[in-house]
């Protein structure tokens, strides 16, 4: 089992900038990659980010590419979402999580956090 643990999110204005933490404990040596999802009030989960959890490729949903930025601490078991540029449709509820599968970056996760809110005014 793999325990996620979020942090960071908040109220910021438009042009801002935010920074999530996401901090995994248990048999963290079984992660392939991790991601980062968000659900805005009345939409779906949608992909944001993902890392490979050992060699560091990254991958990114269209929406967020240039102003969003995924990284890990393989030290700390810590994986970071940038978020700079913020417009008020990123506003959503933002998740962490793991996946032990290859595959695809973008779904089939099996563990995830407890979410955190981000809150972009306009």
């Known amino acids: 089992q793999v325990q996620l643990v979020e942090s960071g999110g908040g109220l910021v204005q438009a042009g801002g900038s935010l920074r999530l933490s996401c901090a995994a404990s248990?048999?963290?040596?079984?992660?392939?990659?991790m991601g980062w999802f968000r659900q805005a009030p009345g939409k779906e989960r949608e992909f944001v980010a993902a890392i490979n959890w050992s060699i560091g490729i990254t991958y990114y949903a269209d929406s967020v590419k240039g102003r969003f930025t995924i990284s890990r601490d393989n030290a700390k078991n810590t994986v970071y979402l940038q978020m700079n540029s913020l417009k008020p449709e990123d506003t959503a509820v933002y998740y962490c999580?793991?996946?032990?599968?290859?595959?695809?970056?973008?779904?089939?996760?099996?563990?995830w956090g407890q979410g955190t809110q981000v809150t972009v005014s306009s």
């Open positions: 248990g048999r963290t040596f079984s992660i392939w990659a």
């Open positions: 999580a793991a996946k032990r599968s290859t595959g695809s970056y973008y779904r089939e996760y099996e563990y």
